[in-house]
């Protein structure tokens, strides 16, 4: 994965004036020991700077920090803390931000030792709110060491998101196919999240494809599909074409990203692509999405948006598929019923033409496109990827500006059972806890499209926090049967 930052986080004590320095300053230390202790010293850097109410050492921690190479930051309360120094840290620095604070270690330090930063996460709160500062607050932010690392280590993932967002450039060939209104929206918010977008023409994509017609990389970039697709090359005669496609693609990434580090792309795949360029692109997307370069499906801008954050947080392979439809009931009632622990409604088929990463699919085979095969030649409906996805933890999510321009966002954990589909493309049995409700009360309330990014593990508290920070207005996710929806009929 070269397509996400690494994360690097600056510890800084700070200390009010009125409480003991050398609190704040031991606290920092065996804060600093914990972490090392459970996770990696390499992830952190102790700034030696202990702040107190003056703003010049708010502006050397911020110096010292900087000169260690840290992108994300964590202001630690050892003791109350200055609440208007400590918050103009978190307002300068060019990063992701966290606060936590210090509990009290021992009940008979609490005369002399006594640190009240569980007061001052109160009066820290009340300054960011003041001055509009973005930072991530634990669910419980006060703890002793070993928690406040814990704390740290949860933060890496929201990090890595919010540092990729602001050096990201989505790079898409459209425009969107007639009849996908939903995965149109407007794109005012990627420059409000700090994303760059570059919209290119598809005779632009094909242009430059041309030019790779005689490509001398193209053997070797054929032969490592070759080797990938193993018994499941069905289509070899393509290879070499979908191999200059890549290489168009990538070369393209090289020359357009400009300033920016980090690079997805909402990709153009029909109605004319396949008669164009002689093939689909399901498979190349697949390839280098699997190296952490979402890809995704019918110039879907948000949906591609959404995959990177999900390669972010998740430093793995992500993809992209329509919530597609539901399960027989002959299939739920022999193979789901009485098997697993969800009801005919929890359960849906995610698919998309062949856009899945090999390495997480069950016997992947490279072939032609059905659907489209209906209407065109099958020839120039070779290079989708099919097969069932592995059966695994998962996390359907979304981050999507609406027509009026909001950000709203969803998140549902869940499963991928392990239940043949027998269907085709990049699919699988999903199974949601109250997928039904929320699929009403929240997809259909809400006007999200049917295209959903797929995280293969259970980190949907992570991307709850990313989108909180992101200031999400709206963030849905599947409530239990409990807790109705505010337009669920509680008749």
Same mark, same amino acid.
């Given at each position: 994965?070269?397509?996400?930052?690494?994360?690097?986080?600056?510890?800084?004590?700070?200390?009010?004036?009125?409480?003991?320095?050398?609190?704040? /300053?031991?606290?920092?230390?065996?804060?600093?020991?914990?972490?090392?202790?459970?996770?990696?010293?390499?992830?952190?850097?102790?700034?030696?700077?202990?702040?107190?109410?003056?703003?010049?050492? &708010?502006?050397?921690?911020?110096?010292?920090?900087?000169?260690?190479?840290?992108?994300?930051?964590? $202001?630690?309360?050892?003791?109350?803390?200055?609440?208007?120094?400590?918050?103009?840290?978190?307002?300068?620095?060019?990063?992701? %931000? &966290?606060?936590?604070?210090? !509990?009290?270690?021992?009940?008979?330090?609490?005369?002399?030792?006594?640190?009240?930063?569980?007061?001052?996460?109160?009066?820290?709160?009340?300054?960011?709110?003041?001055? *509009?500062?973005?930072?991530?607050?634990?669910?419980?932010?006060?703890?002793?060491?070993?928690?406040?690392?814990? &704390?740290?280590?949860?933060?890496?993932?929201?990090?890595?998101? #919010?540092?990729?967002?602001?050096?990201?450039?989505?790079?898409?060939?459209?425009?969107?196919?007639? *009849?996908?209104?939903?995965? @149109?929206?407007?794109?005012?918010?990627?420059?409000?999240?700090? +994303?760059?977008?570059?919209?290119?023409?598809?005779?632009?994509?094909?242009?430059?494809?041309?030019?790779?017609?005689?490509?001398?990389?193209?053997?070797?970039?054929?032969?490592?599909?070759?080797?990938?697709?193993?018994?499941?090359?069905? =289509?070899?005669?393509?290879?070499?074409?979908?191999?200059?496609?890549?290489?168009?693609?990538?070369?393209?990434?090289?020359?357009?990203?400009?300033?920016?580090?980090?690079?997805?792309?909402?990709?153009?795949?029909?109605?004319?692509?396949?008669?164009?360029?002689?093939?689909?692109?399901?498979?190349? @997307?697949?390839?280098?999405?699997?190296?952490?370069?979402? %890809?995704?499906?019918? +110039?879907?801008?948000?949906?591609?948006?959404?995959?990177?954050?999900?390669?972010? /947080?998740?430093?793995?392979? $992500?993809?992209?598929?329509?919530? @597609?439809?539901?399960?027989?009931?002959?299939?739920?009632?022999?193979?789901?019923?009485?098997?697993?622990?969800?009801?005919?409604?929890?359960?849906?088929?995610?698919?998309?033409?062949? @856009?899945?990463?090999?390495?997480?699919?069950?016997?992947? #085979?490279?072939?032609?496109?059905?659907?489209?095969?209906?209407?065109?030649? $099958?020839?120039?409906?070779?290079?989708?990827?099919?097969?069932?996805? #592995?059966?695994?933890?998962?996390?359907?999510?979304?981050?999507?500006?609406?027509?009026?321009?909001?950000?709203?966002?969803?998140?549902?954990?869940?499963? /991928?059972?392990?239940?043949?589909?027998?269907?085709?493309?990049?699919?699988?049995?999903?199974?949601? =806890?109250?997928?039904?409700?929320?699929?009403?009360? %929240?997809?259909?309330?809400?006007?999200?499209?049917?295209?959903?990014?797929?995280?293969?593990?259970?980190?949907?508290? !992570?991307?709850?926090? %990313?989108?909180?920070?992101?200031?999400?207005?709206?963030?849905?996710?599947?409530?239990?049967?409990?807790?109705?929806? =505010?337009?669920?009929?509680?008749?």
């Amino acid at each position: 994965m070269n397509n996400i930052p690494e994360i690097k986080v600056g510890i800084v004590a700070v200390s009010r004036d009125c409480f003991p320095e050398s609190l704040s /300053v031991n606290r920092r230390k065996a804060l600093v020991k914990a972490y090392s202790e459970k996770y990696s010293e390499k992830e952190i850097y102790e700034c030696p700077i202990c702040i107190v109410e003056s703003e010049i050492h &708010m502006v050397k921690a911020l110096e010292d920090v900087t000169k260690a190479g840290c992108n994300a930051l964590c $202001v630690y309360l050892g003791n109350f803390g200055p609440e208007i120094s400590e918050t103009l840290l978190a307002k300068h620095f060019d990063g992701a %931000v &966290m606060f936590c604070a210090a !509990a009290e270690e021992a009940s008979n330090r609490l005369t002399g030792d006594r640190g009240d930063a569980f007061c001052g996460m109160l009066n820290a709160s009340y300054n960011l709110k003041l001055r *509009n500062i973005k930072a991530y607050i634990p669910e419980y932010p006060v703890g002793d060491a070993y928690e406040c690392a814990d &704390m740290i280590h949860d933060f890496l993932p929201i990090a890595r998101a #919010v540092e990729g967002l602001k050096n990201l450039k989505i790079i898409s060939f459209g425009p969107r196919p007639m *009849n996908f209104l939903a995965c @149109n929206a407007p794109i005012k918010q990627l420059f409000n999240l700090g +994303v760059e977008i570059e919209e290119n023409s598809e005779l632009d994509l094909f242009e430059a494809f041309n030019k790779h017609k005689d490509d001398k990389r193209i053997p070797d970039v054929a032969a490592d599909m070759e080797k990938e697709l193993g018994k499941g090359n069905k =289509k070899p005669e393509i290879l070499a074409k979908l191999a200059q496609y890549e290489l168009t693609l990538l070369d393209w990434i090289e020359a357009h990203k400009g300033y920016r580090k980090y690079v997805a792309i909402a990709g153009k795949c029909w109605p004319a692509f396949q008669t164009q360029f002689g093939f689909v692109p399901c498979y190349v @997307n697949s390839r280098l999405t699997g190296r952490g370069i979402p %890809v995704s499906c019918e +110039v879907d801008i948000y949906g591609c948006l959404s995959e990177f954050i999900g390669s972010c /947080v998740t430093e793995d392979i $992500v993809t992209l598929l329509d919530i @597609n439809n539901t399960v027989p009931k002959d299939m739920y009632d022999e193979d789901i019923k009485n098997k697993f622990n969800y009801k005919h409604t929890d359960t849906f088929m995610g698919f998309h033409c062949g @856009n899945t990463c090999s390495k997480k699919l069950c016997s992947p #085979v490279m072939k032609n496109q059905m659907i489209m095969a209906r209407a065109l030649p $099958v020839e120039v409906t070779n290079g989708t990827l099919e097969g069932d996805i #592995v059966p695994r933890d998962i996390t359907f999510y979304r981050l999507q500006s609406t027509a009026d321009n909001r950000l709203l966002a969803y998140v549902a954990e869940g499963e /991928v059972l392990p239940v043949a589909t027998k269907s085709f493309g990049s699919v699988g049995v999903f199974a949601i =806890k109250e997928m039904g409700r929320f699929y009403r009360h %929240v997809l259909i309330e809400n006007g999200f499209p049917h295209h959903g990014a797929v995280a293969f593990s259970h980190c949907g508290k !992570a991307l709850f926090e %990313v989108f909180k920070y992101l200031g999400v207005q709206e963030i849905g996710y599947n409530k239990p049967e409990s807790d109705k929806y =505010k337009t669920e009929n509680p008749f």
